[in-house]
């Protein structure tokens, strides 16, 4: 892992005018990979706000370069994603974002208590067989939940131990490796959506093709 776990507070100016704005976008259901709803990628539709809330992003991370004759380029995809706790009683599936550098991600809802957790191995992982029995269920949330999803749920959770949690704090922003694993331990209450800005950054670098500092690495080898 080469990227930081970082915690943004009052991420947003105005995070309710973010959240009207969500109001509007059209979500919809995906392949069953994850929960929930998600928009297209924002910069498909709206590009000035994908390119603020990513330069917002990345500005955490380089804040003296950011800004600094362009000399930062990065690639990302974006989506406003949607949960209805009801749907989704158990925890998530813990996983890694491997197709991303890092994942950021921006709280919307008010729950506090449905925010993301960090882990690492503690077992060996032979296969991701709950992928398949995740994706069925996901696809149709409000079917009731097989045994063999029970089992293989069980059998990831079991797999893993937290290292560090990040509560969901209303207008907090979070980052961490995409190599990192993760997942949502509650996904809050009944009555409320679960709302979040979610980012990945697929690549960042420098125009100029210079060596780009990685804070994990600058730091391990000093």
Known sequence: MIWPSLSVDRFFINPESVIEYS???????????????????????????????????????????YQKDNCLEWQATQFFQKIKPSEYPEKGFIHQDLTCEFTSIVYLSDEKNNGT???????P??????????KKNYLNPNKKRTK???????????????????KSKKNRMILFDGSQYHGVDNYGNDNKERLTLIT??????????KPLKFHALECIKN
């Open 23 to 65: 109001k509007s976008l059209t979500f919809k259901s995906g392949n069953g990979s994850w929960p929930g709803k998600r928009t297209e990628s924002t910069h498909t539709f709206d590009n000035n706000f994908f390119l603020r809330t990513t330069t917002k992003i990345i500005s955490s991370l380089y804040p003296n370069d």
């Open 117 to 123: 957790c960090l882990y690492q191995l503690k077992r």
């Open 125 to 134: 992982v032979k296969d991701n067989s709950y992928e398949e029995e995740q």
């Open 148 to 166: 063999k999803f029970n089992e293989e749920l069980k059998k990831n959770q079991n797999s893993y131990e937290k290292v560090l949690e990040f």
């Open 200 to 209: 990945f950054f697929e690549s960042v670098k420098r125009v100029d093709n």
